[in-house]
């Protein structure tokens, strides 16, 4: 491919908003267009990498059996309804009708039209287990779309979906893809940090996000120094470190105009470990808007992930103030004690609570507050409403308490997670076994967005100037740049050209009559491994006509004679 033929335009500043590297060299070196909010243009420079990227994702896939399919992206209503996702995704989910006004949507994900091809497909245990993935467009209508490809609302991913018999059979499966996604990551130069997940939209028991560590990534990832426990932060668990002691009498104290943790202590003369946080927060309960009051040590947050998770909520918001009066609550003076039992109020309590004692606690009364609160004593809820609910953070104790957690960034470049029956069974996926029986198959699912793993691959491998790519997933093998136009110059470039394309190389030959300062930029920006420059001065070298050999990973050029540069250029890629 010669330059001047290639459709590619470079920037030689960074475009104003553009912050992460890969989103600054996407959008310089000519490989994106924006085209609206959250909408990119993929010009032949990205497309050559994202195809190559595909194929490493396409090899790994297929040695664990996987069958490539290709789903609908339109996909009607009923099968989202089928699921119950229709109702429970929000804003998202774009929705429309066709012309024949039938409800419609632009899948964000494929679980629905995968598992109705696979009840289709599916009638006896004997075709079990089979994993089908894609190569598929999805549109996603995100509310904070930022970061280039890191995160946008149309974009293609790699979705898989495996089905099986038993619990047993998945996790056998699941495994197999978990080494199968290392594999992927390593061959394009990432080694990922491998952390237990939230399931979110998706479902299921458990998951697993590989993330890439970086300072710009949008997600915060929980590590133990020892680097035995990682997780996303939103579902992360850590040791409470018990604030237990003799249990004191309980008694009300005034505190005007102290409605804060700080405040309180403060005024109190005790510390934030020694009360008792509540969070109000509203959502929806069988149709009816419902009160949550989440109960955590003051010196810890409520994670609104594992909340969620544990009320099956679509929506959790922060409760106005009106709405907490109406429970007989005052706000910045908010307690569980002696609230009256409501069928439209939950309370969640915090391990930190239930195993700690002697908490000050709001009053429910303006400008008072409670010593001594002990759970148990003096309020208490169901069993099943005590549990995890504060967000882990650098510094608490890991889980068994041997070591302390950090916190690090993350870039997400792929997820898996074992679905269950989720989807089978609410869409009547079902087979027969060897007594006749109906069985629903177990279900895994695979993900890894194409383009925000291209973006990844920059965060991961850049310098000042530009991408460093790494050679499986390079848009070329060799940048070929003439250093003037004399005919001795573009004869030799011609020649070399040639002999590498015949050789199977993929040249890309800068022969634009452009001044060298701009070429090599322009070179650092395209990433290519190998760069090979014909001068006359390199022509005129005194052992030899030579050109000016350079690695995109290393600083300084060499030598090479031209007779001796395909042979150099077949030993670099062990050919």
């Known amino acids: 491919m010669r330059v001047s033929q290639f459709v590619v335009k470079t920037l030689r500043e960074a475009p104003t908003g553009a912050e992460l590297p890969s989103h600054i060299f996407l959008l310089r070196g000519g490989y994106v267009k924006p085209l609206a909010s959250g909408l990119y243009s993929i010009l032949p420079l990205g497309k050559r990498i ?107 991913m790699k979705d898989a979906y495996s089905f099986h018999r038993t619990p047993e059979d998945l996790d056998a499966y699941y495994e197999k893809a ?47 120094e020892d680097g035995t426990y990682s997780a996303n932060q939103e579902v992360a668990a850590f040791d409470r470190e018990s604030v237990r002691e003799e249990p004191g009498t309980l008694e009300k104290v005034a505190t005007p105009n102290k409605k ?67 429970f007989g609550i005052v706000p910045g003076y908010a307690s569980a004690v002696g609230l009256a039992e409501h069928k439209n109020a939950i309370i969640l309590v915090d391990s930190s609570i239930a195993e700690g004692n002697n908490f000050v606690a709001g009053a429910n009364e303006e400008g008072f507050h409670l010593r001594n609160v002990n759970f148990g004593r003096d309020f208490s809820v169901p069993a099943g409403n005590v549990g995890d609910f504060a967000k882990a953070e650098a510094g608490h104790l890991a889980p068994g308490g041997k070591s302390r957690l950090k916190a690090v960034r993350g870039i997400e470049i792929g997820n898996i997670f074992k679905l269950g029956t989720k989807f089978s069974e609410s869409m009547n996926a079902a087979y027969l076994d060897e007594s006749g029986k109906h069985q629903i198959p177990i279900m895994g699912c695979y993900g890894i967005g194409v383009g925000r793993l291209m973006a990844a691959v920059i965060e991961n491998s850049h310098d000042d100037f530009g991408p460093i790519w790494p050679e499986e997933i390079a848009p070329f093998h060799v940048h070929l740049v003439n250093i003037g136009q004399e005919p001795e110059i573009i004869a030799a470039c011609e020649k070399l050209k040639a002999e590498w394309e015949a050789a199977g190389f993929e040249v890309l030959y800068d022969d634009r009559d452009e001044r060298p300062g701009v070429k090599f930029k322009d070179a650092d920006l395209w990433g290519i491994p190998v760069r090979v420059a014909v001068g006359k001065k390199t022509l005129a070298n005194e052992a030899g006509p030579a050109v000016e050999w350079k690695l995109r990973r290393e600083k300084e050029f060499s030598l090479v004679p031209v007779a001796e540069a395909t042979v150099k250029l077949k030993g670099h890629y062990g050919r």
Do not use: C
């Open 50 to 156: 994202l195809r190559k990227i595909e194929d490493v994702i396409r090899d790994e896939m297929d040695k664990i059996d996987g069958q490539e399919i290709e789903l609908p992206v339109a996909q009607p209503a009923e099968l989202w309804e089928e699921s119950g996702r229709y109702a429970a995704i929000g804003d998202e989910l774009l929705r429309f009708k066709d012309r024949g006004e039938h409800p419609m949507v632009l899948a964000m994900t494929h679980e629905e039209a995968v598992t109705d091809l696979a009840r289709y497909f599916l009638s006896s245990y004997k075709q079990l287990p089979f994993m089908l993935y894609q190569f598929q467009l999805k549109f996603r209508d995100e509310p904070r779309a930022r970061g280039g490809l890191v995160r946008v609302r149309e974009f293609t």
């Open 260 to 326: 804060t943790i700080e405040e309180v202590t403060g005024f109190l003369g005790t510390d934030a470990k020694h009360a008792m946080k509540a969070v109000l927060l509203e959502t929806e309960m069988d149709a009816k808007r419902t009160l949550v009051l989440v109960l955590v040590r003051g010196d810890l947050e409520a994670s609104d992930v594992k909340v969620r998770n544990a009320l099956k909520a679509r929506v959790l918001l922060p409760a106005p103030d009106d709405f907490i009066r109406s």
């Open 178 to 224: 978990y080494q199968a996604y290392e594999n992927i990551f390593n061959r394009v130069g990432i080694r990922p940090v491998i952390v237990q997940s939230d399931t979110g939209i998706m479902g299921g028991k458990v998951a697993h996000e590989y993330m890439l560590e970086t300072p710009h990534g949008e997600d915060y990832l929980i590590l133990s």
